[in-house]
């Protein structure tokens, strides 16, 4: 059966009717006209489009509004367009909603409108959320108000204000700005660049980012998508940073936003322009703050997307990423026959994270050639160095001279680009004597730039892309499978913390209710997470810290022990490297007077007395968590002591869960990393020891954010990495009251891998199995079990005669994003034993675009049929969609698939015929409390 999406008939009407006063026509509205003109019906054809033309229906506004006879009839048509002046708007929807309810009395049967695209503008939000409410009572969806609407090339279809109809092409374009829209088509007609769709989204108080990156994935005619993106709308098309809008509600945007993001780029290269990084002083300009803006491209990279902010690459990057899908990596060779534009080459790939490795005899990097170099020649040193294993891609830097023959060297470029192993970037500097290469060139799949930065910027970005997507297909689980942590005891703190009369709370905290844990609870918390972490032990005087220094052993360092001074330097907090009996009462008499002084308000309970770490050498590192808005919890990782500084923004940051790869990545992007490297140049192993205890608190700190939603804030500064290894010397840790209980680690913008959802199972015929969420190591064995499947059981399951998966759906089979589907997997041990595991069932289900319903699909391995894994399956499914809130589940079963249908009675569903198709059977069953978690073991 295909698979429509529910946006389908907005962008790939049947028909559309445009409503808009043609005596008076706004000046968006006149190119609508003018493509209709001049009958009151037209099919609306360009010269681009390549299918049918799509019939338009012309309406006058006071017509719908009065409920003339001369109204038209709404059969056949999916998309009104409404391009009216604001105080008609709600008229016109009434007489839409009549006209309607009219249709549906005649034949309940008929297929009506269901999509509305509301051109019009409006300043008044007040106003626009009534008119998406007024549309979204009658069942409309609404791309709107304020929108500049859409174009859909190879439908010939132009409706909105954004310019000439483009060529019909692969790139689809979802931007925020209806003017940047406009500039790109503009821009589109004089390269020739060609769009499968450009859509300006307008306030998205129904239809959204989101929405419509779901719309572009399943989308046939597009392979790349371009993103301009401002901000991510909470619901009701509030920014999120509006008074108003609840964390728990941005956070929920936020995270529809990365998993609509994430399932596009699985399927397809996403290039995103990120505007308002940069504008927030600017009057009239809506912005996002530096720290916001880093946030943003964490979450993008996260997403497999790459963030690019040089407008006019954006097309030529999509193009790119859409043809040449072998990855690139950050080494890069040169050739070019100058050497100033190959410094420049250098620079910028150095200062954007590229390498320009040096190579082994006779090969040179760069290969400088000469200015008179002939084009025999430079083609000769591109293909030496393609060889290199050393290199993933290549640049050619081509300055203008009057002995080269640009068309000789462009003929053999073309003629053995297929010869080169590496992808080719090149620089051909000039105007119009290369202008014709440059085209040659890149039918060739030859990118080409006027400038070598642009070149190297252009190729930095198509590594990043592909860096990232290594990142979008890691699945980190909750706990990281270190040993595990005490949760029961770690909650038992927090919850002490929480409920403890007199409490403090953190006086920079902007959490409702937070409280700043004392630095003993703050060091138990961390020690049930098994994070390494110098002891400190509490002195309220002078005599009480000599004792204590005592014991430990000289040096020693002291620090202030108070809930109202977040940081300790700041104030004279903090005295170090301190030896001998006089030191240590001197440093706390100096440090209570200091304090006193600095911070007279502040409560104080005396100073820690611990070991001295950090000698001579050492690194002293930063592992932060705060609770961002929008995003929920953000990891950073730099440098620390009191270089840290207290900005948000220090420091590498990343979106947990974290698993030891995403730990890695994070260290190594991180500027204190080169440090690290640095400091060990003449021990390896010692380097290799301290990043691999770095991740594990990193790891340990991840799973305190997945599995305490009560913890909003924590700073290990310092972290010291010495000649004994690496141990948390300072820690502060912020908690606030858990958000209300929903889908479990809902207060995070990425799913972790839901491991509390494995169960055993016992079948009817004695065997155990494990039921389990999919995970993408699953693709094998999911592709196994398709091929086990009988012809019937496939065509049952898939309605098709494939024989086995294609690679896009057993991509998207078995990378899963938690937050908008569940997929579970029947897993027994491998027959014979030893032979892995083996995946005998498989159950599914995704939510509906009305975030209330979902529906399922199941499939059991032939051999397994009577066992008990469809209808255990099937509970577990309704379960969990209960569990998730869910109001109803539902499926789509051939009415000849009668082992399936008796299944479906058998848990409790409802079958009925689907009235636009006879074969197949609606299955559905409500859910109107959540159920009972599924046992962890028990009888199918």
Known sequence: MAEHHYLSSLFDPAGVLLVVDERSPPSWAEPLLAACAPGPEQALRDKHSEARPVPVHLCKPETLAAGS?????????????????????????????????????????????????????????????????????????????????????????????????????????????????????DWAQEVGAGFSLVVALGDETDVDLAQVLEFVASDMRTRSVIVYLEHIFSTRGRRHGDAGVLTSEAIGAARRFISALRALSLAKPVIVLKGGRFAADVPGLAATSDAA???????????????????????????????????????????????????????????????????????????????????????????????????????????????LDNDELVRNLAERAKQIDLPVFAALLGSERVREGAYRLEQCGIPVFATPEAAVNAYAHVARFHANQKLLLQMPRPLSGLPDPDLEGARAIVDRALTRDGAHAPPDSDAPDARLLSAADANALLAAFHVPMVDPQPARSAD????????????????VMSPDVPFKSAVGGVL?????????????????LAVSTAAPDASIDGVSVQAMRGAAGSVELRVAVHRDRLWGPVMRFGLGGTQAGHARRDGALELPPLNRFLARKLIERSRV??????????????????????????????????????????????????????????????VAPAPPVGVRYSHMAIMPYPTHLEQRLLTRTGRVCTIRPIQPEDAEPLQALVRRLSPQARYFRFVSTLTELPPRLLLKFTQIDYDREVALVVVADGDPPGEGELIVGVGRYMLNPDGETCEFAIAIDDAWQGAGLGSRLMHSLVALASEQGLKRIEGHVLGTNYPMLNLMRHVGFQIAAEPDEPDMRLVWRDLPVPAAPPAAAAQA
Request: charged share 20%.
């Open 69 to 185: 006879a001369s109204a038209p009839a709404l059969a056949g048509i999916d998309l009104v367009a409404l391009a009216v002046q604001p105080d008609e708007v709600v008229p016109v929807l009434q007489g839409l909603e009549r006209l309607r309810a009219a249709a549906q009395a005649a034949d309940g049967k008929q297929r009506l409108p269901r999509q509305l695209l509301l051109l019009t503008p409006s300043s008044d939000a007040a106003q626009c959320q009534d008119w998406v409410r007024r549309a979204r009572d009658g069942g409309w969806r609404v791309l709107g108000p304020n929108s500049a609407g859409f174009v859909r090339p190879h439908r010939g279809l132009n409706l909105g204000g954004m310019g000439m109809l483009p060529p019909a092409g692969e790139i689809a374009l979802v931007t925020q700005s209806g003017a940047l829209g406009a500039a790109m088509l």
């Open 293 to 403: 803006s880093a946030i943003y491209e964490t979450a993008l990279r996260r997403a497999g997307a790459v963030q690019i902010q040089i407008f006019a690459q954006v097309e030529i990057i999509a193009r790119y990423l859409a043809a040449r899908p072998s990855s690139v990596g950050p080494r890069l060779g040169i050739v070019a026959n100058g050497r100033g534009p190959a410094v420049l080459a250098v620079d910028e790939a150095i200062g954007d994270g590229m390498r320009v490795p040096s190579l082994a005899a006779p090969l040179a990097n760069p290969s400088l050639l000469g200015i008179e170099a002939a084009p025999a020649r430079i083609v000769d040193a591109l293909q030496a160095l393609g060889q290199s294993e050393s290199l993933d891609a290549l640049l050619l830097v081509i300055a203008p001279h009057r002995s």
């Open 544 to 559: 009480e810290a000599v004792a204590i220094a005592n014991g430990i052993g000289y040096p020693v360092a002291l620090k």
């Open 576 to 592: 170090l490297n301190l030896h001998g009996p006089d030191q240590v009462a001197s440093a706390f008499r100096t440090i209570m």
């Open 673 to 734: 990393h080169p440090r690290l490297a640095r400091r060990m140049l003449t021990d390896a192993g010692r380097l290799d020891a301290d990043l691999d205890t770095i991740e594990r608190i990193l790891l340990r700190v991840s799973e305190i954010v997945c599995e305490m939603p009560q913890v909003v804030e924590i700073d290990l500064n310092p972290v010291i990495a010495d000649s004994t290894g690496v141990t948390v010397v300072d820690a502060r840790i912020v």
